[in-house]
């Protein structure tokens, strides 16, 4: 049955999110693609806003799985570091997701290590 996952990236001002189908035959398809980003003024207040706004993203969008990108992602995924993945046109296009915005590769990425069976 296909599954509803997220992959996000969090960088200074800002939280990427990659909203991705896991397919039965082990590809993906990309369903949406936003970003959070900080509001000005006090830092608690801004993280306060982007942590209702993601909630309420995956609510909406029934999301059975959160997948966020960690330094070494790629050390439990194949044999290139990431970004030669996050580069490689061909690996994103025999994997169903050619579609997926270059900048949304990394929360994408998130996903697919965690969920490529192969």
């Known amino acids: 049955m296909p599954m509803q996952i997220a992959g996000v990236m969090v960088a200074a001002d800002e939280v990427r999110v990659a909203l991705l189908t896991k397919n039965d035959d082990?590809?993906?398809a990309v369903d949406d693609e936003t970003t959070?980003?900080?509001?000005?003024?006090?830092?608690?207040?801004?993280?306060?806003?982007?942590?209702?706004?993601?909630?309420d993203y995956i609510r909406q969008h029934k999301v059975e799985c959160v997948c966020i990108k960690g330094?070494?992602?790629?050390?439990?995924?194949?044999?290139?570091?990431?970004?030669?993945?996050?580069?490689?046109?061909?690996?994103?296009?025999?994997?169903?997701?050619?579609?997926v915005k270059k900048g949304m590769r990394?929360?994408?990425?998130?996903?697919?290590?965690?969920?490529?069976d192969s």
């Open 26 to 28: 082990d590809t993906f």
């Open 36 to 55: 959070f980003r900080l509001q000005a003024g006090g830092r608690p207040g801004a993280y306060d806003i982007v942590q209702q706004q993601f909630r």
């Open 71 to 99: 330094s070494a992602v790629s050390r439990n995924f194949g044999e290139r570091k990431v970004d030669e993945y996050l580069k490689d046109n061909d690996f994103w296009d025999d994997i169903g997701l050619c579609d």
């Open 106 to 116: 990394e929360p994408a990425f998130a996903v697919i290590s965690q969920f490529k």
